[in-house]
Structures are given as C-alpha cells and as structure tokens.
C-alpha cells in the first residue's frame, strides 16, 4: 500500500493512495453553511465519488454511477454516527453557521478492493485537512459576521481518531478473505462491506447478490472487525510520524 497526503494545492486537505492496481485520489474542499435545523450544533460533511473512465472500460459512459452512489452512501453512512466523526467540531455558530466539508473521491483506477481504499484514502486526507481558525464571530442584526485569520499555517486540525476504515470480506469455495482482487471478486460467491470505528460497526452492507449463511456472516463480521481495528493502528500510527504541510510518501 502506498499513500501520500497534502498533494493537491488548492485543496484544504488531500490523499492519494494505491493499493495493488487501485487508485484513488481525494480532495477536501470547506465552505461557510447554514446547520441544519435538527442539528444545529454541527457542521456538515458530504461525500462525491467520480469514477473515471480511465479506471476500467466497465465505468465507460455512465458505467461508474451506480458505484459511486453506492460508495457515497455508503461513507454517509459509516460518517454519520457521532461515535465515527464529531460534527461538533466544525460549529460555528450554534444555529446559524458552520463548516461545510466537501470529500471529493476520483477513483483513477479499479483492480478491486475498492471500498477499503477509499476508506483509507478519506481518512488519510481528513487527517491531512486544515480548518481555517475563526479569530471571532458575532452578530450585526440578522447578518453573521465572521473574522478569520489570513495566516495560512494558523489553522485546526480536524481529530479523525474515530474515523471508520471499511474491510470487504468476500467469500470464495469455503474461505472467507479480505484484500480481495478484481480477479478474486469475480470469484466469490457473497461479499460484506464493514465500517469500523475503534472495534464499532457504523455499517454493514453486501456488495454482491450472493447470500451468507449466519454462522459464516458473524465469521466475516468478526474477521472485518480485526483487520479493520489493526489496519487503523497502523495508518494513525504512520499518519502521526509524517511531517505537517508537506509532500510525503510512505509505504505500509
């Protein structure tokens, strides 16, 4: 697996990430919104997924839409639980305006796996992103005005401790593995999508029609959650070692 962060310059925050023959590439952008009306103490944060027709000649035309749908909702899903990812945090103003996050995902190749290197890709550039820090914020009669400092390396990072890496475990013969390739993906018979959050499932999916009996379905839930728990360690592990604000690039 080969990753690198802050490589997109006009982004707030950024990841690359290969592994085997999957490509990924994310870009956070950060706009000033409104809360919404049930939430009114947190921020917003919304995923697109473009699947590139370069990636595979089965993303050709409108190939990739149905996949990047499932795979935006499916990061919706796993984000939107407060125990993955605090909202709290991009607050503003209680009810009138916060931090919007916008995740753009360009899936530049496909060879499979593609779920948990997207999920790593996003985590990597969540980690990667600056928020701009607000010096002061009050309000001129119905109007919001806010002060936000000019200097580029006065920022906050966001925590992403809890952000869920996603584990497909797909079933082939009688075996249960992960990591799958394309050619392996072909093969298997049923495949579960799992996101983890410090040994906490935010979702659950299947990404094929195939059926699992229950007893080999808690034998991926368990398997999804190890591998999940262990793949995290070793990415905020790594993450926390890596300079700040610079172009770098590791393998794990």
């Known amino acids: 697996m080969e990753l690198e962060t802050d490589i997109v310059a006009h982004a707030f925050g950024s990841a690359r990430l290969r592994l085997a023959n999957t490509d990924v590439l994310v870009a ?22 473009d699947c590139s027709a370069n990636a595979t000649p089965d993303f050709e035309g409108r190939g990739g839409e149905e996949l990047a749908m499932e795979i ?42 593609l779920y948990d290197a997207v999920s790593i890709a ?3 550039a969540l980690w990667n992103t600056r928020i701009p820090k607000v010096l002061s914020v009050h309000l001129d009669g119905n ?5 936000v400092s000019d200097n580029v390396h006065d920022c906050e990072k966001l925590d992403v401790a809890r952000a869920p890496i996603m584990v497909t475990i797909s079933k082939i013969g009688d075996h249960c593995v992960v990591d799958p390739s394309s050619a392996e993906e072909q093969c298997s018979t049923a495949s579960v999508v799992v996101a983890v959050s410090q040994k906490r499932f935010t979702t659950i999916l299947q990404s094929s029609s195939g059926a699992l009996h229950p007893t080999t ?3 991926c839930l368990k398997m999804g959650c190890e591998v999940a728990t262990q ?9 926390m ?12």
């Open 241 to 252: 070692k890596t300079p700040s604000q610079k172009d770098i690039g590791f393998l794990l």
């Open 122 to 124: 996003v985590k990597a």
């Open 143 to 147: 109007k919001v005005e806010m002060d």
């Open 231 to 239: 793949l995290d360690m070793a990415l905020l592990q790594i993450l």
């Open 28 to 49: 956070v952008k950060i706009e000033v919104e409104v809360p919404f009306p049930e939430q009114p103490d947190e921020g917003k944060i919304e995923f697109f997924v």
């Open 217 to 219: 379905l808690m034998d």
């Open 72 to 113: 935006a909702n499916s990061l919706a899903g796993a984000y939107k639980s407060t125990q993955a990812f605090d909202l709290s945090s991009l607050c503003i103003m209680k009810g009138r305006k916060c931090w919007k996050l916008l995740v753009d995902i360009l899936i530049l190749e496909c060879g499979g796996n």
